[in-house]
């Protein structure tokens, strides 16, 4: 068994600069294989570290154990994939339980704390027959293949200053950038290229805590509030949710007479299933999904909402404001004041706050074509349409 260290056999700090060229007829040695996937593992791997960073790209989220007698000590945790500080790939394909076993010679009735946290971890596997095996060794065979995978961790912070588990707890300043500060010549010596790694190679991605005799909980501190100590980078655009579609053409022009007959309804259509949010604060309600009209005088007001039908989804995947009767009612036919006929009808919706199944902000910013997005989470839909006059009979 053995646990990844860096880049291959370069080292944690710069990856190889020479790589193998090759030609017809050259000797090729089991030395040479290695080298090659050294030399793009080295790369690959700085790459990950220098523009990505490290942390949890997408899943990884920790859950309660849900088998009845097992809450004391597993949680669940679920596939996903983060990258280490060396830039390595942490990928777990299938859930997971992971077990913090009771401290039997804990006494106190004060909350036990832990860090979760995911390690990179390879092994060898598939041994087959070496012809020539290590000289330090008396083995006939050598592993065919190296597993990559994963291994979990739980940190208890203690008391001690320079403790980096106790650090997370605590407000982070800004860290230092890569090769500025530095006292001595010798720890700039490789400047960004040499990887920090404060937590040992870990990744956080829970906090744990536990009444004595009680169940494990996760992210909420022993003061009762959240801390989250998950560190994250910013999801993969595919990864992502959209807006697909609306019930108006963008700029264009939409009759009384299909408003009414609409409900008086504007609909916003995602591409994959919205979280219903909390309360006020997130999630489809009057101050995400906000509607406003603009008269000839540019004077703009906000739309009222049907009492009985605030903005809200329908099934998991449509936002829906519904136009107040009363307003369509002014409108309709003769135009009666106050009438939005001629008027400019203007849609917002703050991505930022209306969250998908996943629990990330919808990539919500238009660019007058759907889907909408630009690649990054959240951002605000604006679009509007024009409010024709009603047709004449037989139109």
């Keep these: 068994m053995r646990r990844g260290t860096g880049y291959a056999d370069t080292g944690a700090g710069a990856p190889p ?4 060229r090759w030609f017809t007829g050259r000797f090729l040695t089991a030395g040479d294989l290695t080298d090659e996937q050294s030399y793009h593992l080295g790369r690959h791997r700085l790459h990950n570290r220098l523009l990505h960073g490290w942390g949890t790209i997408c899943g990884l989220r920790v859950r309660p154990d849900e088998r009845p007698g097992c809450e004391r000590d597993y949680v669940r945790v679920e596939p996903g994939i983060a990258l280490d ?48 095996g290590d000289c330090t ?22 008391a001690e200053p320079d403790d980096p588990w106790a650090h997370l707890l605590l407000p982070q300043p800004d860290p230092p950038q890569p090769g500025c ?12 290229l040499e990887p920090r790694c404060e937590l ?11 009444v004595k005799g009680g169940p494990i909980r996760i992210d909420v501190d022993p ?16 990864y992502l949710t959209h807006i697909t579609g609306t019930s108006w053409e963008h700029g264009g022009e939409m009759s009384i007479d299909d408003l009414v007959g609409a409900g008086g309804k504007l609909s916003v259509r995602f591409d994959r299933p919205i979280a219903t949010g909390d309360d006020t604060r997130t999630g489809i309600n009057e101050f995400t999904f906000v509607v406003e009209v603009e008269d000839s005088t540019r004077t703009r007001k906000r739309l009222a909402t049907d009492p009985d039908n605030p903005p809200q989804l329908v099934g998991d995947r449509e936002a829906v404001f519904t136009i107040d009767p009363e307003e369509l009612r002014a409108s309709w036919r003769h135009g009666g004041p106050p009438s939005i006929v001629g008027d400019a009808v203007y849609v917002t919706l703050y991505g930022d706050l209306v969250h998908d199944c996943h629990g990330l902000p ?7 074509s759907f889907p909408t997005g630009d690649g990054v989470r959240g951002g605000v839909f604006r679009s509007w349409f024009l409010v024709g006059a009603a047709r004449k009979a037989g139109e």
């Design 17 to 20: 600069r020479s790589r193998l």
């Design 85 to 132: 500080c060396l830039g390595r790939e942490i990928v777990l394909a299938c859930p997971e339980r992971v077990r913090w076993p009771v401290d039997p010679a804990r006494t106190s009735d004060e909350d036990a704390v832990g860090v979760l946290c995911v390690r990179y971890h390879e092994c060898d596997d598939q041994p087959l027959p070496a012809i020539v």
């Design 137 to 158: 060794a008396s083995r006939t065979t050598e592993a065919g293949r190296i597993v990559e995978g994963c291994t979990f961790e739980v940190h208890v912070p203690t």
């Design 181 to 192: 500060g530095c006292d001595e010549p010798e720890s700039c010596r490789h400047g960004c």
């Design 200 to 210: 040992g190679e870990c990744v956080p991605i829970a906090l744990l805590s536990r």
């Design 223 to 238: 003061g009762g509030a959240p801390h989250v100590v998950r560190r994250s980078l910013p999801p993969p655009a595919a």
């Design 362 to 368: 919808v990539d919500a910013d238009f660019f007058g």
